[in-house]
């Protein structure tokens, strides 16, 4: 009996996914496993990055449920090197069925018409590993990941990855006026993108080189990353510790199609898979705290700002509020995150350091 892969492409997707480097629809199964149903699961994201690490737990643990019968097939780097929307392309790729399966930032949906996640990324919002862990629980999750369902797509779970901030190049950007008129990378997100243009910035992707360029020639200002990414810049910056932007949270999703080839059985191993995962990943989540020492141990800087200085950025971004809650479920959603990080602890605290630049 021949390995049982689950592809449910087009024509026109099918030539997509053979043609896409790192895809193995075209391999046979390895010897000994001939009986098993592969899934293909892509990502934008490279080895050994968080998102990479977090499809191999949730392969691990379908290995191990389903006691090898279902194997998990990464595809790394989905959307290659030069797109400057990557995780819309891998996106676009799931809900096309070039892949079964697939990890995209729930910054990506509001993109692809999904507006369900869209208040996980609204401004200075979630400022709490605490807050971004209740978040993502099955209770807060699941009218999020229900979203999913027009877009030919059903959620598996959610997994935290860490808080997303500005890292300046040239000082710290402690009001608004640093940033306006200033050109800042950022991946693609309507929300993200929208609350930096509230703040006079200019967001780019800026993709590969240009990337490298605009932080050699100094028309860089800021990008907004993780302390982990940015501890691995060319150049040292600087970080408002006490100003998260927005929390970087993954959404597993399956294609729904391939859920229909699959058993009852099949389906439970994945959504158990799913949420032993999300487990793990969320009791074992690095604090941002320690993530910012590490940062500060390889060169970066980090300050604190003041309340009223919070205050002003959180004045600038209103207008990101005043769009985001016309649509009811985005308004009734960001309730719910403030009743949360009621319910939670102080902000996350990030002791500072200072480097010379």
Known sequence: MNARRIVIAIAAGAAVLSASAGCNASREAPQGQDDATILSIAT???PDRPGAVQIDEFARRVNEISRGEIRIDPVLKAAGDEADAWNHVVAQSVEAGDFDMALIPTRTWEGEGVTSFAGLSAPFLVDSDELMARLV???????????????????LALFPEGQRLL???????????????KLVRAPRSETTYSALTSLGAQPRALVGDLFTAALEDGTLTAAESSYEKASSFAKASTVVGNLPLYPKINSLVVNSATLTHLTANERRILQEAATKSRDQITASMTPTADWAASFCQKGGTVVSATEEQIAAFKTATAPVYAQLEKDPGTKALIATIRSLAAETTASTETATCSHVH
């Not at 990941?145 to 030919?152: F, K, R, S, Y």
């Not at 190049?169 to 640093?178: E, K, M, R, V, Y």
């Open 44 to 46: 934008a994201t490279g």
């Open 137 to 155: 629980s099955p209770d807060a999750a699941a009218g999020m990941l229900a979203g999913l369902d027009e877009v030919g797509l059903t959620g």
């Open 167 to 181: 890292f300046s190049f040239d000082g710290p950007l402690l009001a608004p006026s640093d940033v306006d008129g």
